[in-house]
Each structure stands twice: as C-alpha cells, then as structure tokens.
C-alpha cells in the first residue's frame, strides 16, 4: 500500500508504527489534541491497513537485523586461529589473504606489523559465543521464585517470641 494521501493521516500511522500513544501521534500529525478524535481515526479502513503495513516492515527489518547480529556473532564464536596461520613445526606462517574467506576475516579484529613480527588478534571469541547463546535463549536470565505464604502465618509469625541463644536473638534458617 502506498503513503496516504492525506499527509496528516500518514504521519499519525508513521507516528503510531513508531509507538507512540495515539494522543501523541495525533498532536504530532498537526492535529488539535482530541483522544476521542484520535482514536476515531484508528478506527478508519485506510489507517489501519498503513499501520498493519508499517508495523509488518519494522518487524521484517527487525528480525533481518537480529539474523544479521546473529549470524557475525556465530562467525567470530566458530572462528579458529589455525584459519589465518599454520605452524609448520619451527615457525607460524600466515595464510595467503586471498584463501582466508569472509567468515574467518569477520573474525579477525586486528592485523599490525611490529619489529618482532606480525600480530593477528582475533575478536572475543567466548564474549560472541555468551552472546549468541542468550540469543537462543540458552541462559535463563530470571529465575521466577513462587513463594506463596499467607498473610496469616505471617502475622503469628511477627508475635512469636524470638530464640536467644547465650542471649543473642538467633534467626530461624
């Protein structure tokens, strides 16, 4: 679907896309402050089938970005330093630049010449991987705790005497 004609309705929608309130969507589209007016306008064919269109591209283009973080942090986890160098026995040598494909060069952070040598460094390999796993869902990031005690067993609770041991108030474990 195209832009709407009417640009003060397209700019509600793209407003709206954007998550902002449909009170703030309207005053932005040029419009006197109404919620009741704002909320019509939601209401109409038109508005509402741009909306459900905007809202589907930023959803697209979300996912396309969180493949796309996904995908470098996966080249930098898989990475192997014996991709850009091999040992022959006495000494490390360099692989060619030209057989070392994209996967391997997103891994590599930095590549100088020093007076000793060359040295490569390569990106945080365990940092890309942390990530890639939370991204999977790998990690439980809260654990959720169901705790249910009533509001009685509180209150005798609060009026039961304390345990002194040596006279000191030990707390219960």
């Known amino acids: 679907m195209a832009p709407l004609k009417n640009i003060r309705h ?4 793209l407003e709206l896309a954007k998550g902002k309130s449909q009170s703030e969507a309207f005053e932005i589209a040029g419009y006197t402050p109404n919620e009741g007016n704002a909320y019509r306008l939601t209401q109409k064919e038109a508005v ?13 283009r979300a996912s396309i970005a969180v493949e796309r973080l996904a995908k470098e942090y996966a080249r930098i986890g898989y990475s192997d330093i014996t991709d ?6 006495r000494r490390l040598k360099l692989r060619p630049s030209a057989q070392l494909g994209p996967d ?3 891994a590599i952070s930095e590549v100088r010449q020093t007076k000793d040598g060359i040295v490569i460094k390569m990106h945080n390999k365990t940092a890309a991987l942390d990530a890639l796993a939370r ?6 990031e809260n654990i959720d705790l169901k705790i249910t005690v009533s509001l009685a067993d509180l209150v005798n609770q609060s009026y039961e005497e304390p345990k002194l041991v040596e006279g000191k108030v030990v707390e219960d474990d």
């Open 10 to 13: 397209e700019r509600f929608c």
């Open 135 to 140: 991204h999977k869902g790998m990690f439980k």
């Open 104 to 106: 391997v060069t997103a």
């Open 48 to 60: 509402k089938k741009r909306l459900s269109e905007l809202v589907e591209r930023m959803e697209e």
């Open 84 to 89: 850009v160098m091999e040992f022959d026995g």
